[in-house]
């Protein structure tokens, strides 16, 4: 039986010091019912905080200190218009653009958590039954991407490979540095699958990518890479409800397509966390409620208005408008 | 890296080989242990690949894994030149790096990746398993081997590896806190602009020990300005462009400065001053030229207030008198 080190990076904002715990608490109760044991005997969960180095940027008037840093007119206009406008959503973008053009705000938080991640991965090699896995949620995927690059560009892939990543609302590709593309021939970032090659430096053996179509975070220059190994899985679904946050990460994690995945991952189990089983829980779960007429009609026009949309503004405005819809 | 090259020389002495270790007496229990590492190492490896062999000859279903079989055995045998070259005289090292060429340990933890699980929906995907019959002997051999190599042949090389990496990343993140907290705080918004201009093609282990400076406001006194015995008010001024080094030895906290200065204009100037500016740490000296009134130009002496203070300096008074003071005050 698997060991497994589980670590969650967070997203946008300030965020609660048990903001994994129903993620986690409803991972335990999917593993009681479907394998008949506790998931607690043999996974430890753990959350990466980096909200605090946003929370003292934003204390020294974060956006005086990004405006001219900004080097993007379109997402300049985009948050002042944001801030015009007193939007809760401000803050929470405010952080994305803070990561994307205050480098040394990036770095410390790079360094910060590739230092606190490198215990989990030393782990590995000490026993076959050691496992790690990465769940990057919104912001937190663009973290990871840059903290796996890190580590890969500090010699760590030349010995260990990372079991598997799951970003969910994967926005790595929006928000990707220039010198560290998320995924762009011929694909630079480390934080891919390995291709078996001995000599390709990539850091992960699984790469998961789940996206919920209707959140409008993941929407915006999607993360589609081309060619990559048969261990990169790509996961899309629908849950929606009036009471549903699309981009929430327990709304992700309760998709069944996801949480199978998970759990596969973390029990490395494939009998039990089949792709049958997947079916299996899909069925059962009950459907979502559908969204009223006019809300359904908005976030059509959204969706295919931004559908080919790619630049950082685009996903600022799109996030400004389903929340100004009541989409969000 | 250090423990992986003493395992190398220490190696190279059992077998006979000449090295630094010839000098100790007998090594303590743990090294003892990491020297048996090779050939206790190659012994499992010629164990596996013997029961992988005849299990694949009694395996009725073995043309159909053949292709996997052959790929394992490959990997196997050049995990067994690298342990066999472990248990040679230490290669020469590269003059340029410090590292061992081909450093036969190196290859070792390196061939850790190629032995990991791997786990997908279908769990036999090792190898690419997944094409062959899960109740295939050889598979079942694989699998046992894999873990055996993972666990007792790779794992150890791999892991000390990486304690190496995880002291180097420790030692980084704390250096760009402190690079964080005492150079990047003290930029004014125009200078982060410029500084992350400069910056932002640079690979992110690269913490900079030297920031620009950009109209950076200054204030200081004047301490000396030729032979009048006169000293003007205090100062206020910027630096227009300057460079700021920071000591990667003391936090990344300032070390020496140079910058070009500005002034504002002075009572009984004609026009505001220019001239040059040297740091060190939290002190600034400098030098100022500007024209009076009556169209004489006059050369001063700047210090910062934060020496001013040092020396117990007041704005009306001159450098010598500042100084003479400190000379009586210091007399017995």
């Given at each position: 039986m698997p060991r497994t080190n589980l670590v969650f990076f967070h997203g946008m904002g300030v965020q609660d010091p048990g903001y994994h715990q129903a993620v986690w608490d409803f991972l335990v109760e999917k593993h009681q019912a479907i394998?008949?044991?506790?998931?607690r005997a043999t996974c430890t969960p753990k959350a990466f905080f980096y909200h605090d180095i946003f929370t003292e940027l934003r204390q020294a008037g974060s956006l005086d200190i990004l405006r001219p840093l900004i080097q993007d007119a379109g997402a300049l206009k985009a948050i002042e218009d944001l801030q015009a406008s007193n939007a809760f959503l401000y803050t929470h973008v405010l952080d994305v653009l803070a990561w994307r053009f205050h480098a040394p705000t990036r770095n410390r938080i790079i360094t910060k958590l590739a230092a606190e991640l490198m215990p989990f991965i030393q782990t590995l090699p000490k026993s076959p039954d050691n496992n790690l896995v990465v769940v990057g949620h919104s912001l937190g995927t663009a973290v990871a991407t840059e903290v796996i690059h890190y580590l890969g560009t500090h010699g760590v892939s030349e010995f260990q490979l990372i079991p598997a990543v799951h970003m969910l609302a994967d926005v790595a590709k929006v928000l990707e540095q220039p010198e560290v593309p998320?995924?762009?021939?011929?694909?630079?970032?480390?934080c891919r699958p390995w291709t078996q090659d001995p000599e390709d430096r990539a850091m992960l053996l699984n790469y998961f990518n789940h996206r919920n179509e209707l959140d409008p975070i993941p929407l915006v220059d999607r993360f589609r890479p081309p060619e990559w190994p048969k261990t990169y899985h790509e996961t899309v679904f629908r849950s929606w409800g009036?009471?549903?946050?699309?981009?929430d990460l327990l709304t992700y994690v309760r998709a069944p397509a996801v949480y199978v995945k998970l759990l596969r991952s973390i029990t490395q189990d494939g009998a039990t966390y089949s792709a049958a089983r997947e079916q299996l829980e899909l069925q059962a779960t009950p459907p979502s409620s559908p969204l009223g007429a006019e809300r359904q009609a908005k976030f059509e026009q959204l969706a295919t208005q931004y559908e080919d949309a790619s630049t950082l503004g685009d996903f600022i405005q799109l996030g400004r408008a389903f929340s100004d819809s009541n989409l969000w | 890296m250090r423990p992986l090259a003493s395992l190398l020389l220490c190696t190279a002495l059992l077998l006979g080989g000449p090295g630094p270790?010839?000098?100790?007496p007998s090594p303590p229990a743990a090294e003892a242990q990491q020297l048996d590492f090779p050939s206790k190492a190659l012994a499992t490896l010629q164990d596996s690949l013997t029961r992988l062999q005849n299990a694949h000859a009694a395996d009725p279903q073995r043309d159909q894994v053949k292709a996997l079989y052959d790929q394992a055995v490959r990997n196997l045998l050049r995990l067994q030149s690298s342990l066999e070259a472990l248990r040679q005289p230490p290669p020469p090292l590269d003059a340029a790096t410090g590292r061992a060429l081909l450093d036969p340990a190196r290859r070792v933890a390196q061939e850790h990746r190629v032995w990991m699980l791997n786990f997908d929906a279908d769990p036999n995907q090792l190898f690419g398993m997944d094409l062959a019959p899960e109740d295939s002997a050889t598979i079942l051999a694989l699998r046992d081997l894999q873990k055996q190599v993972y666990g007792d042949i790779t794992g150890p090389p791999a892991a000390q590896f990486l304690e190496a990496k995880a002291k180097e990343l420790q030692v980084l993140a704390r250096r760009w806190e402190d690079f964080y907290t005492h150079a990047t705080l003290q930029e004014y918004p125009w200078e982060s602009l410029a500084n992350a201009a400069l910056d932002r093609?640079?690979?992110?282990?690269?913490?900079?020990?030297r920031q620009v400076k950009l109209g950076h406001p200054i204030s200081g006194v004047v301490a000396y300005q030729g032979r009048s015995s006169s000293s003007g008010p205090p100062l206020m001024g910027a630096e227009l462009v300057g460079l700021q080094w920071f000591d990667p030895d003391r936090s990344y906290k300032p070390s020496w400065g140079i910058g070009v200065l500005a002034t504002v204009k002075a009572e009984g100037e004609r026009q505001s001053g220019v001239g040059l500016v040297v740091s060190y740490r939290d002190f600034k000296f400098g030098a100022r030229q500007s024209r009076l009134s009556d169209g004489r130009t006059v050369t001063q002496a700047l210090i910062s207030i934060n020496l001013a203070r040092y020396f117990d300096f007041s704005p009306n008074q001159s450098l010598v008198e500042a100084v003479s003071r400190l000379k009586t005050s210091s007399t017995p």
């Open positions: 394998a008949g044991s506790d998931l998320a995924y762009r021939p011929p694909t630079p970032s480390l009036e009471q549903v946050q699309p981009h | 270790c010839s000098a100790r093609k640079r690979p992110i282990d690269a913490i900079p020990t």
